[in-house]
RNA sequence: GGGCCCGUAGCCCAGCCAGGAUAGGGCGCCAGCCUCCUAAGCUGGUGGUCCGGGGUUCAAAUCCCCGCGGGCCCGCCA
């Protein structure tokens, strides 16, 4: 999963010394089966080299690695004026460069740049990043926060690199879910009272997402009942367990929602066939009928706002906000249905509409479209035998909405690994409907589910820990730490200043971990302030930022750079001057958790720095300066750092 | 039954794509550091059959094969 078109700006000195490197390399071996850069790398700490290479893998002559090392130090003064000492040792090549020279070529473009410093300059690459998407019945929890904060960073590091990003959230609105929530909720709005009187002392999206379980849980019980009549022995004990865990659920919620409750049971248990009522409401939305549209879009519009405070609260923001109806309405999801019947992979599967795939697809196709070897892939069934579409025949309708309204080079899709499945049929639907060059530049962005240790979630029940639990949960950690400290901050100063906190830690801790890995979570594991967290990236930006305060109170200039640099000293600059490379590497491979680690290691070599090196208090004027751009450097660097992962810089904790 | 992913110290994780120097961080635990720029910090110590077994290679946590354990998917749900 990489964006192809991404490349590193050559005019950074990093980056030109890595390419120096590696074109010297290149010119006196053979070629190699990968590109050499990816094997230049900082030797271990014990070593006394900037970036070394091992030589040992190329089988070349003991004579030949002296030439090498010639050739690697005379093309890095030629190409960037820096002198080098190249020495073979034990199989490996060892760059040492010219730490003064290097440092101040660094200063120079870090200053040019300004807060720019990092980016890679406009690219003409347009992005879509859909993510999020939650279904509009319940609020946002767990599962979503991760999902919004991989996605809201990805895009905030693919704007930063330098392409043009467009957040949207689909807004699922059309299928047996929501019809579930309306069918539910549109027996209390029988009695005459509004959404909000019906909600009051709620949060919009948590009250609604406790109406459509309960009503979930009730059709269920209602279906459970008639089975119930008519079941042999045996089958009877089974019902009845699953009748008991059914109470059990109703119970929890009855307590939450009584008023409701009372409404809600009497009127859904007498309800002879609720499953036609939610076929058929959900039937007439999709037709476009007038009194059930307002209905819908009354009650989704209620959700998204409450889905809105939450991402508000986490920095999260859409550029454009997708009906799911709308694509039914305007008739582009029948355009895809046309298309399908004209293909010919259309087919009809179990009675109905379908495509089948075995036609198309062969090793080359899975390639091309990042779909696994070994993967069987199912026909795909578009429409139900009552004439309504499938979610992933909407989608399909959607995928090409997205490229075309965006005017896309690339869309992706942050959705579970669990539907790996339909996002691959999805593909191979745009493939074989004429969308073959759409269908390589869909990405599924997918990342494993989060659990909570011992709590099985489950948003049809209504089981689950919301986002605004959690970022409370944070908040409220943050501010008992923050007053332990003792500061004199008032009230509206510690709580604004724990918001900040609370989240930092919630968005550094979501995307640290590779999406691909299962997240088991206590919520005392996710929100922590220590080391290698989003507060410690704060806490170390506010006190870079005091010390510049500091330095500019008394009027001190931060140019030049002293005569000797000490090994601490080096390290940052050095690790400094790899951040617009990690900026590009993590936007290409789509890994924001690469920039995470670099943070953590450089924030930690700062703090270390910090507390050896007496920075104001130098008697030495170049070599205070120099610290001094050097904190400045940290700083910016900290800067964009902390908005592509969307958290807030402090100036002061 | 088939597929995808994960398995690295008591716990959480990086490294795996692209094989290379004694396997890195953090938490925990133990011992230290605030008359000095923010102690959410810093220093030192503790702790590893890289799930197991084969294979390829000068070299395997990394690649291949066979297993084991866990999660998810295989619906006219999304």
Request: glycine share 6%; net charge neutral; with cysteine.
């Amino acid at each position: 999963m990489i964006i192809n078109e991404l490349r590193p700006r050559e005019d950074y000195i990093y980056i030109r010394a890595l390419t120096s490197i590696r074109n010297s390399l290149d010119r006196l071996l053979p070629p190699a089966s990968l590109p050499r850069e990816y094997l230049i790398a900082e030797p271990p700490e014990n070593i006394d080299a900037d970036f070394s290479y091992p030589l040992s893998r190329e089988r070349v002559a003991l004579s030949d690695q002296e030439k090498i090392a010639k050739e690697v130090s005379e093309s890095l003064s030629r190409d960037l004026g820096l002198s080098a000492t190249v020495q073979v040792t034990a199989g490996y090549l060892n760059i040492k460069l010219d730490s003064n020279q290097y440092t101040s070529e660094f200063f120079r473009e870090f200053s040019s740049m300004g807060d720019s410093y990092g980016t890679h300059g406009n690219i003409r690459l347009k992005i879509v990043v859909e993510h999020t998407s939650a279904n509009p019945v319940h609020p946002l929890h767990l599962g979503h926060a991760r999902n919004s904060c991989l996605g809201d960073t990805l895009a905030r590091l693919l704007r930063f690199y330098g392409t043009n990003v467009e957040t949207r959230f689909y807004v699922d609105d059309v299928g047996r879910q929501i019809a579930v929530l309306v069918y539910g909720l549109s027996k209390l709005l029988d009695e005459g009272k509004s959404i909000d009187t019906l909600s009051s002392g709620w949060k919009i999206d948590h009250w609604i997402g406790k109406i459509y379980a309960l009503t979930n849980l009730l059709v269920e019980m209602n279906a459970l009942k008639k089975e119930l009549k008519n079941a042999s022995d045996e089958k009877y004990r089974e019902l009845i367990g699953k009748q008991d865990e059914l109470v059990g659920e109703i119970a929890r919620l009855r307590d939450e929602v009584p008023e409701a409750f009372e409404v809600l049971s009497s009127k859904i248990m007498q309800d002879e066939e609720p499953e036609k009522e939610i076929a058929r409401i959900s039937i007439l939305y999709e037709r476009g009928d007038r009194g059930v549209a307002s209905q819908y879009r009354h009650i989704i519009e209620k959700v998204l706002q409450g889905f809105k405070e939450t991402l508000e609260r986490m920095n999260v923001k859409f550029d454009k906000w997708d009906w799911e109806s709308d694509l039914i309405w305007n008739g582009e999801v029948e355009r895809i249905l046309s298309q399908a019947r004209r293909s010919p992979i259309f087919s009809s599967v179990k009675g109905s509409e379908g495509l089948d795939f075995s036609l198309i697809i062969n090793e080359k196709v899975k390639i091309e479209l990042n779909i696994p070897k070994e993967m069987e892939i199912p026909p795909l069934v578009l429409k139900r035998s009552d004439g309504t579409t499938l979610y992933p025949t909407r989608d399909i309708a959607y995928s090409i909405f997205k490229f075309k309204e965006s005017k896309a080079d690339y869309v992706i899709n942050v959705v579970g690994k669990e539907q790996m499945l339909p996002q691959a049929q999805i593909r191979l639907a745009l493939y074989a409907l004429g969308y073959p060059d759409l269908a390589k530049r869909l990405i599924h962005y997918s990342y494993e589910m989060v659990n909570l240790k011992g709590f099985k979630m489950s948003g049809r029940r209504g089981r689950y820990i919301t986002v605004d639990e959690l970022i409370q949960k944070a908040e409220e950690m943050a501010k008992i730490e923050l007053e332990r400290r003792n500061r004199n901050l008032d009230e509206i100063q510690s709580r604004a200043i724990s918001e900040k906190i609370g989240i930092g830690a919630v968005r550094q801790s979501l995307v640290s971990i590779s999406a691909d890995k299962p997240i088991t979570i206590n919520l005392e594991d996710i929100i922590n302030f220590e080391k290698n967290t989003g507060p410690y990236l704060q806490y170390t930006y506010a006190r870079a930022s005091s010390l510049l305060r500091k330095a500019e109170e008394k009027g001190e200039s931060f140019a030049g750079i002293s005569e000797d640099i000490d090994p601490i000293t080096w390290r940052i600059i050095r690790k400094e001057s790899a951040f617009p490379y990690i900026i590009y590497k993590s936007a290409k491979e789509l890994k924001p958790e690469i920039l995470v680690a670099y943070l953590g290691e450089l924030a930690q070599m700062f703090n270390k720095w910090y507390d050896t090196v007496p920075v104001l208090s130098d008697p030495e004027p170049s070599s205070r300066r120099m610290k001094l751009q050097l904190v400045a450097s940290t700083r910016a660097i900290l800067k964009n750092s902390l908005y592509i992962l969307g958290i807030e810089p402090l100036e002061k904790i």
